[in-house]
């Protein structure tokens, strides 16, 4: 059943109209998701990654990546469902014989309505993985992120274009956690850059209240996505 919602793409459709008149007040808007194969995630480390025994390692997460996001209907219930794709593993698909884009993809559930603040929750992801084989420069791999308390801005002021949650990630055995903080569109940026259109400012294609930084692919490099500043909704 998961593999038929992911790989057929419901996609779920009609959210109501936006109040028009004299009252200026925005109104809620049902739970609507910005779909598209790419959005700028960041990662924020909350527990150092640990390998099975408890002791240090050093593989992380990536700092920032492009995740692809989409809202489905299930046909046999009809509740709402989020799917989250990280580049990571669809990158590393064409390496891996075992899993299936299904497989690649973590699926959960999504509230119909907002709940507090405008904000719709979504749970019970289940785990998203890929099986890299071994080569002749690494030992085989799986690369796993457990998904949790994913929260999706969805008031009107800017709806379906930023989410939070918590994510587990796992790779050559060390398993770490984040809060992920991330907007659509993805903005590409470089901090080495005085143009705004280049550093997330004016022209860069993101919302302009939106409060975001540059966050460089690598810990060296200058060149990266734009991200949310500070805790979901980011606005200045």
Same mark, same amino acid.
């Given at each position: 059943m998961t593999k038929n919602i992911v790989n057929t793409a419901l996609v779920l459709v009609g959210a109501g109209s936006l109040l028009t008149g004299c009252n200026f007040e925005q109104p809620e808007t049902n739970c609507f998701v910005q779909e598209s194969p790419s959005?700028?995630? =960041?990662?924020?480390?909350? $527990?150092?990654? =640990?390998?099975?025994?408890? $002791?240090?390692c050093t593989t992380t997460a990536p700092l920032v990546e492009l995740m692809g996001v989409y809202k489905y209907v299930n046909p046999e219930t009809g509740a709402a469902q989020l799917a989250l794709r990280p580049a990571t593993l669809a990158s590393r698909a064409i390496a891996d014989t075992t899993t299936t884009s299904a497989d690649q993809t973590s699926l959960g559930s999504l509230d119909t309505e907002p709940k507090d603040h405008g904000f719709c929750h979504a749970n019970d992801f289940a785990p998203a993985f890929v099986n890299v084989a071994a080569s002749d420069t690494a030992a085989a791999n799986t690369i796993r992120y457990e998904f949790s308390n994913v929260r999706v801005y969805s008031a009107a002021v800017a709806p379906g274009t930023q989410f939070t949650g918590e994510v587990k990630y796992t790779s050559n055995g060390c398993t770490s956690s984040y809060v992920m903080r991330a907007v659509w569109p993805p903005a590409p940026c470089d901090t080495a850059s005085t143009e705004p259109a280049e550093n997330c400012g004016v022209g860069s294609g993101l919302n302009p209240e939106f409060a975001v930084v540059c966050q460089p692919t690598?810990?060296?490099g200058t060149t990266g996505y734009c991200v949310p500043a500070g805790d979901i909704p980011s606005f200045k």
């Open positions: 959005w700028a995630v =960041k990662y924020d480390v909350v $527990d150092s990654p =640990k390998d099975a025994n408890g $002791d240090e690598s810990a060296t």
